[in-house]
C-alpha cells in the first residue's frame, strides 16, 4: 500500500512542490503554497468514469466526421448569447460569482426552462437541503415536475444517480462542497476541487451531459482553487454586480464554442432574474444633463453596442503629487491620456487629482473609450458640459492623433436609436458607409480638432 506523503500546491496555479517555498516557482506569486497530502497513487483508478470502455486509436485528421449539433437554447436570451448561441451537449461550464449575486438564481431558472419539458434536470445542492431549495423555487415559480432535486456531497453517489436517471442536464453547486472518498483531503481543498472537476469533465464529455458546476470566489474576486480548475472546463462564467444594486453582469472570460467578449445584463426582482433587452438605456437612465464632466461613449461587448457615461472630476491639490483614480477603465490608460493632453494641448495637469468612473458598473477595456474620456476629463477642467446629444469614439494615440476604431456603424445605429444628434469619431473611419438619416457623424484628426468641435463656443482652448 503506497505511503502518505505531504506536498504543496500552489493556490493560484496548481503547481505541485516537495516543500514550502514562499514564491511559487510556477507563476511567480507570493505566499500561496498551500500545504496537503499527495493524493493516493490508486484513487485514479477508482475515480474514472465507468460511462464507456470503448478503445480508442488516433485518427487522421482528414477523416474524422464533422457533425453540427444543435444546442439547447434556452429562453434566457442573455444566457445564450454569453454561451455562444446555446448550451452545448457534454461542455463542463464553471459559474462563478460572489455570495449572494445570484448564480443559484440563475441556475434553477434554467433548470426550470421550458425547453427541457420532455427531459430530466438533475440539481445537485451541496450547501442547502431539497425543503430549502423548493422554498426558493417557489418563489421563483420553478415547479416543473422535470426538475429533480438531490442534497448530496459524495461524488461516488452523484455519479450513481447521474448514470441511473441519465439526465439532460446537471447543475453542481457548489464544486467546493463536493468530495471524492478515495482522496483524503478535505472538500474544498485544491486536491478535492481538482479530482472532482476531473471526474466530473469525464461524466461530461464521456456521458454527453452538459453539466453546470457553481464555483465561489475569493477576496481577489477569482475563483476559489487553482487555475488549473478554469484550464480544465470548456466555459467560464462569472456573474458581476454590486449586492447593493439590482443590475447583474454576466461575462464570459473562457469559451471554447464562443466569443469571450459577449455579456449578458440581468435585474434582479423579487420573482427572478429578468433580461434587460435594451442595456444601453440602463446605463444612461440616471444620467443628469446639463453638467460638466460627463461624456457618453458607444462601447462593443461582443456583438452588442452598448451606450455608457464618462465622468471625470478635477479638483486642485497642494501635493506634490496628483491622485489619478478611475474606475471601470483601466488607470494606466488614464494616465496616457492626461500625458497628451498636457504634452499636445498645454493642459496643466500637475495640479489637479483627477478621478474618472464609468457608470452602471460597468468595465470599458477597449481602445475607443478614448476620446470620450479626453472629452469627460476637459469639461471638467474647463467646468463647461459637453453638448447633451453627443456621444463620442475614438483611439487617441501618444502624438494626438485619433486613430480608427471597430465596428462604426453598428455604434452609430446605437446612438441613433437612442436620441443623440451628434457623433464625433475618427475621420479615417468615415469612408465605405452611409451613416442613418437623423444622427450627424463629424469625424476629426487629432485631439486639438475634436476639443475644438466639442467645446466650438469657448473663446480659449
Known amino acids: 500500500m503506497a505511503k502518505s506523503k505531504t506536498i504543496f ?98 441556475l434553477l431558472q434554467v433548470a426550470n426552462d421550458h425547453i427541457f419539458q420532455t427531459s430530466k434536470v438533475l440539481y445537485v445542492s451541496g450547501e442547502e437541503s431539497s425543503k430549502q431549495i423548493r422554498l426558493r423555487a417557489e418563489r421563483l415559480g420553478a415547479k416543473s415536475e422535470h426538475l429533480y432535486i438531490y442534497s448530496e456531497t459524495n461524488l461516488s453517489l452523484i455519479e450513481s444517480q447521474i448514470k441511473a436517471m441519465n439526465p439532460d442536464f446537471v447543475i453542481i453547486d457548489s464544486i467546493q462542497t463536493i468530495y471524492l472518498s478515495e482522496v483524503s483531503s478535505a472538500p474544498g481543498s485544491v486536491t478535492q476541487i481538482r479530482e472532482c472537476t476531473s471526474w466530473l469533465m469525464k461524466i461530461a464529455k464521456i456521458g454527453g451531459v452538459p453539466i453546470f458546476i457553481v464555483g465561489h470566489v475569493t477576496k481577489d474576486g477569482n475563483i476559489a482553487g487553482p487555475r488549473l480548475l478554469e484550464h480544465m472546463v470548456d466555459t467560464v462564467l462569472y456573474f458581476e454586480g454590486e449586492r447593493h444594486h439590482t443590475y447583474r453582469i454576466l461575462r464570459a472570460v473562457k469559451n471554447r464554442f464562443g466569443s469571450t467578449n459577449e455579456i449578458g445584463i440581468f435585474d434582479m426582482k423579487e420573482e427572478g432574474l429578468i433580461e434587460v433587452a435594451n442595456a444601453s438605456e440602463v446605463f444612461l437612465e440616471d444620467r443628469t444633463v446639463g453638467l460638466p464632466g460627463t461624456s457618453i461613449m458607444a462601447a462593443i461587448e461582443g456583438t452588442r453596442p452598448i451606450l455608457v457615461e464618462i465622468q471625470s472630476l478635477l479638483t486642485p491639490t497642494s501635493f506634490g503629487n496628483p491622485k489619478r483614480m478611475s474606475s471601470g477603465i483601466d488607470n494606466n490608460r488614464l494616465s496616457l491620456i492626461l ?123
Not at 503554497?33 to 477508482?46: F, G, R
Not at 429562453?75 to 461542455?91: A, T
Not at 498636457?342 to 478621478?355: H, L, P
Request: charged share 25%.
Open 9 to 106: 500546491f500552489c493556490k493560484d496555479c496548481g503547481n505541485e512542490v516537495a516543500k514550502w517555498v514562499g514564491k511559487c516557482p510556477g507563476c511567480g506569486a507570493w505566499n500561496t503554497m498551500i500545504e496537503e497530502l499527495k493524493v493516493d497513487k490508486k484513487a485514479p483508478q477508482a475515480a474514472q468514469s465507468t460511462f464507456s470502455n470503448q478503445m480508442s486509436s488516433p485518427e487522421k485528421i482528414t477523416e474524422i466526421e464533422t457533425i453540427e449539433e444543435d444546442r439547447i437554447k434556452t429562453s434566457i436570451s442573455e444566457l445564450n448569447r454569453v454561451l455562444g448561441g446555446g448550451i452545448v451537449n457534454g461542455s463542463l461550464v464553471l459559474f462563478g460569482g460572489e455570495p449572494g449575486i445570484g448564480k443559484s438564481t440563475l
Open 339 to 461: 500625458a497628451v493632453l498636457e504634452k499636445r494641448m498645454g493642459f496643466f495637469m500637475q495640479n489637479q487629482d483627477t478621478y474618472v468612473k464609468v457608470t452602471g458598473g460597468v468595465k470599458v477595456d477597449e481602445p475607443a473609450v478614448d476620446l470620450a474620456i479626453v472629452a469627460s476629463i476637459v469639461s471638467s477642467y474647463k467646468d463647461q458640459a459637453t453638448p447633451n446629444r453627443d456621444v463620442y469614439m475614438g483611439e487617441v494615440g501618444l502624438t494626438g492623433e485619433i486613430r480608427r476604431i471597430s465596428k462604426i456603424e453598428d455604434r452609430i445605429k446605437e446612438a441613433k436609436k437612442l436620441g443623440f444628434t451628434r457623433a464625433v469619431v475618427p475621420k479615417k473611419n468615415l469612408g465605405g458607409w452611409k451613416a442613418p438619416t437623423g444622427i450627424e457623424v463629424v469625424g476629426v484628426d487629432t485631439v486639438k480638432e475634436a476639443i475644438t468641435m466639442i467645446f466650438k463656443e469657448a473663446n480659449n482652448i
